[in-house]
């Protein structure tokens, strides 16, 4: 029997559930080795920092561990993730966690940016079918098998529309507007009684790594500190850098950037849409978490989706579900994601 899975492959993490269990890791590839690593810590650490897969005739470190031991490590931001084999490795390495035999079927339903639907197909044909991959669990080498049953790609807004049905937190009929702020892009999403309307939905190109730019460049300009993309995630998150030894706060680099992203996308969602015809927005991706504060209050009758750096993901879960007849969820419970 096929496992109904919900994945989300962003730009800058990679999130992942079975209704069970999720996971969220950074989307950076990097070159593999199988030079031994140590740790010296006590407790032995979870296997989503330790992710090294091979597919192919490449070995690969994916997530914390690219960041940590690959030489060569990239997050790619292209427009059809096609110069490399990114986009598969990340999606594979996603559903080796939920393998657990030697023959692993799934029903899979993930998204694409609103105006890149059209890259579906092309999606579809990188992954569909069966795919033979080495899995590293530690000092065990697996050969496993996914085979990737049925897979249908949305809209990427519709997975926190679902997500937020399964809530409660709006009805059917509800004509909503979904905000959904991702690392390379944000997307508009307009849904009237339950019908997605591409006309009035729209990618912005805009997202996190434009905020990621600016405070890049405040690093250099202020510290000398030249920083990739991906070891931003930490500094942007905690607002702290280590400089020769001494943690610096750098609220007011990281507040002023998002400030200025957040007029951006203030004035795009006023120009594509008549806000007040909505019943309600939902602010959601990891932009609507981590830029909430400056943009909730300039729209009255916005409200954060629950958990809105996983609420896609969720929402892919609900519609795997109702797809391939295993029930609609009767609320979303709150899941653990590691």
Partial sequence: ????????????????????????????????????????KVNQSPAIDNLKVGIGNKLYFVGKSAIRHSRFAYRDLSYTRSV??????????????????????????????????????????????ERTITYFDGDEVNEINIIINNIEIVPQPLGTYWSSLSNSIISHESRVGVIDIGFKTTDLASIEDSEYIPEKSK?????????????????????GLEKESYVLDGIVINHRINVAGETIDISDIVGSAFEKLATNILVEVHSQWRVSEFDCLLLTGGGGQAMNSYLLPELSHAKLALDPITANCRGYLTWAGRLWNQGIPQGDKKLKFV
């Fill in 1 to 40: 029997m096929a496992q109904q899975i919900g994945i989300d492959v962003g730009y800058g993490f990679v999130k992942v559930t079975d209704g069970e269990v999720g996971y969220s890791f950074p989307s950076v590839v990097g070159e593999g080795h199988t030079k031994p690593t140590f740790s010296t």
């Fill in 84 to 129: 490399s084999d990114d986009l598969e490795v990340l999606f594979f390495s996603a559903l080796s966690f939920f393998s657990k035999g030697v023959d692993n079927v799934f029903n899979v339903v993930t998204g694409l940016p609103v105006e890149r639907m059209h890259l579906a197909n092309d999606f579809i044909n990188r992954v569909k079918g």
């Fill in 203 to 223: 990618s912005l190109l805009v997202g996190l790594d434009t905020a990621y730019g600016d405070i890049g460049s405040s690093l250099v300009t202020e510290y």
